[in-house]
């Protein structure tokens, strides 16, 4: 396979609001993030995912961008901005931005000229209803927002302050398209596509995600601005399914990169309610959605590979352990899924083994969403307890506190207040423990970006699952011409053991392991719990 730049790129996410605070105001900030591009470098990662650092009245966090070529003043300036690529530059690591085109904030010039009605030319660039015809916001309530000026409703998927642009609308398309033209021109190497399956939707035909024109607006956008630019562009798609994955990152469609599908991250929800309304999570499903995806993407198409992002809560304490296991289990998901084929994104903190924050009050949880539940639940009847730990499990706070740098006051973070409350288990969880010792967490996400860097195998090798009836473990192989990597993960905090096709074991060397000796004995191999391993072979 011919390889593209971000086919053996790891990328690194920050959330600039809570990454490093740099002057003291509590609120993380692009100095802060210069002044850690070392430490990224000496993980090894070679992108950076921005998430929104535009001028925005931060409703939801800078995804209600209010000028989309001005930077918000609590990240900094836009010559800020700039000094950041060119210090990533400086150490071999690019950056991709945030590109959110669902909607703009209701501060955004365009909404506030729409205001005026009919006549204003941005009038048409948003999406109008003469009645609420009963779409629900993904924050809760209505999907509609009734402005009694104008005697008619405008469409927000998101919170009423984010109103979804109108990509009917070719002049607003263009308008994109300029501005995504101007940061490709600063020097960015991509866009992370915020819901970009929604902006085919047919309101009043109840479609939203997967419209009609998506594929057709993906590809005049791609002709448009970055097509021949060599670029990565990764789509946000709730809605992927393994027929439209092909769609999106077949390279003849000339559409985005890759997609992050989110099927393997909702199993331990009910299927077809809330994703606070849980399950426990079926882990022979997990393996066979993650082969599914593996497999449709063997050939054509790409993958990307994640277990955490701002919006979904900690990995470790999803679906790891984080109590006794929690730096066993951390490297074992983490080499669960690095093995796999597909571009790597590590979610700041995951590096550390960062945990959800299992605040207790509801005051401590800002994100619009959980406050909108607390409001809905609470008047809805609902225990108060039960809400609680909805947040502690499911909550998108869990995700955005302060990153642990230290263990001195807030974490190293900030010399001021932060913004949001640091989790109170820093004193042991914090990047300047980690470093120090040898066997912490980041030193097995080192190995693995390191790995990938040297075995073509992991970046380009065929996946295949093995041991797939093991009801404990997860296993597969990828292998090429020359070799073969093997990964095996016991997911449980009990001992397993993998019996098939284990008899060359001998011949396999360790690349990354979580345990200290490979126990292999008459064709078994006997796991720890939480016993994860990266193994590799030299075909002869
Ligand atoms: O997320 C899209 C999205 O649908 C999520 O809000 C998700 O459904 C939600 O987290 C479930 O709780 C993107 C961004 O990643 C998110 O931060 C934004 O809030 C959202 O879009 C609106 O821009
Ligand atoms: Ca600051």
């Known amino acids: 396979m011919e390889g593209k730049w971000w086919h053996s790129s790891v990328v690194y996410q920050v959330y600039p609001k ?10 993380g ?40 070529y ?34 703009v904030s209701d501060q955004h010039a365009w909404f506030q000229d729409a205001l005026k009605g009919e006549e204003s030319p ?3 660039y948003f999406i109008w209803s003469k009645e609420d015809t009963g779409l629900k916001s993904v924050f809760g309530g209505s999907a509609w927002e009734y402005v009694p000026s104008l005697d008619l409703y405008y469409l927000h998927n998101f919170a009423v302050e984010q109103p979804d642009l109108n990509w009917e609308n070719e002049s607003m398309r263009q308008a994109i398209y300029d501005m995504m033209n101007f940061w490709i021109d600063k ?43 060599d670029l990565l562009t990764v789509g946000e798609t709730w809605g992927a399914t393994l027929d439209n994955a092909l769609l999106y990152s077949d390279p003849e469609r000339h559409e985005l990169s890759m997609i992050f599908q989110f099927e393997q991250i909702g199993l331990d929800e009910v299927p077809g309610k809330s994703k606070w309304d849980l399950r426990t999570l079926n882990f022979m499903q997990l393996k066979s959605v993650f082969s599914k995806w593996q497999y449709a993407l063997n050939d054509n198409g790409w993958n990307s590979l994640f277990w955490n992002n701002h919006d979904l809560p900690r990995i470790v304490s999803r679906w790891g352990n ?58 809805n009847g609902y225990d108060k307890e039960a809400v609680l730990k909805s947040l502690q499990t499911k909550g998108r706070d869990n995700a955005r506190t302060p990153m642990q740098w230290n263990d001195g006051a807030y974490a190293g973070f900030t010399e001021g207040t932060p913004w949001m409350k640091v989790n109170p288990n820093y004193k042991v969880i914090n990047v300047a423990s980690a470093l120090e010792d040898s066997n912490s967490v980041f030193y097995t996400y080192q190995q693995l970006i390191e790995a990938r860097k040297n075995h073509r195998v992991i970046r380009f090798g065929k996946f295949n699952e093995i041991d797939k009836e093991n009801p404990h473990v997860f296993a597969y192989t990828r292998s090429d011409a020359s070799e073969e990597v093997l990964v095996v993960c016991n997911f449980f905090n009990h001992k397993a053991r993998v019996t098939t096709q284990m008899d060359d074991l001998a011949d396999y060397e360790v690349i990354v392991h979580n345990d200290v000796e490979v126990k292999f004995e008459k064709d078994e191999l006997f796991l720890e719990p939480y016993e994860a391993m990266m193994l590799i072979k030299y075909k002869k």
Request: charged letters at 25%.
């Open 18 to 27: 809570s990454f490093q605070d740099s002057n003291g105001d509590g609120i």
């Open 29 to 68: 900030d692009i100095e802060g993030i210069i002044a850690r591009v070392p430490y990224l470098k000496q993980l090894g990662i070679d992108v950076i995912w921005l998430n929104p650092v535009f001028q925005s009245p931060d409703v939801d966090n800078g995804y209600d961008i209010s000028d989309y």
């Open 70 to 103: 001005e930077v918000n003043p609590q990240y900094g300036s836009l010559a800020d901005v700039e000094r950041l690529f060119e210090v990533c530059r400086s150490h071999g690591i690019k950056v991709i931005m945030d590109l959110v085109v669902n909607h």
């Open 122 to 124: 941005y009038f048409d």
């Open 187 to 229: 020097g960015i190497a991509g866009f992370r596509m915020d819901v970009i399956d929604l902006i085919g939707k047919q309101p009043f035909e109840g479609i939203m995600e997967n419209g009609p024109k998506l594929h057709d607006y993906l590809q005049e956008m791609s002709a448009a601005t970055f097509k021949d630019k």
């Open 322 to 379: 984080d109590g006794e296991y929690r730096e066993k289990s951390a490297k074992m998901l983490a080499i669960l899924l690095h093995g796999m084929k597909g571009t790597p994104y590590i979610y700041q903190g995951e590096e550390i083994g960062m945990t959800n924050a299992y605040f207790d009050d509801f005051d401590d949880y800002l994100d619009i969403e959980a406050q909108n539940l607390i409001k809905e639940r609470l008047a």
